[in-house]
């Protein structure tokens, strides 16, 4: 069982930044890859960005790709995600999920039922 809970949501202009965090309890965090997810009103969930069990390999969404950047801290059991030039289109609640998929077999998920484990989320506004 993983217990994630994010925090760092919060209303923001346009053009600021964020800076997300989980933080991860109950299994060996250097052991699971994590990803961070997004659902604004009314739309699906959608992939936003995913890491790998060691922080080495990193992988992005093209909505995202250049102004968000993920990154773990497995000392601290902690996934990060730098939110820069926020966009009102970037408002949502973000989500945080690990993904325990063998080493043999990863790669980087975008799919949603692919993750094993969510955190309950935090809302990020952003205002024009």
């Known amino acids: 069982q993983v217990h994630l809970v994010e925090s760092g949501g919060g209303l923001v202009q346009a053009g600021g930044s964020l800076r997300l965090s989980c933080a991860a309890s109950?299994?060996?965090?250097?052991?699971?890859?994590m990803g961070w997810f997004r659902q604004a009103p009314g739309k699906e969930r959608e992939f936003v960005a995913a890491?790998?069990?060691?922080?080495?390999?990193?992988y992005y969404a093209g909505s995202v790709k250049g102004r968000f950047t993920i990154s773990r801290d497995n000392a601290k059991n902690t996934v990060y995600l730098q939110m820069n030039s926020l966009k009102p289109e970037d408002t949502a609640v973000y989500f945080c999920a690990a993904d325990f998929t063998p080493t043999s077999t990863w790669y980087f998920r975008v799919e949603g039922y692919e993750y094993d484990y969510w955190g309950q989320g935090t809302q990020v506004t952003v205002s024009s």
């Open positions: 890491i790998s069990k060691s922080g080495g390999s990193t």
């Open positions: 109950g299994r060996t965090f250097s052991s699971y890859a």
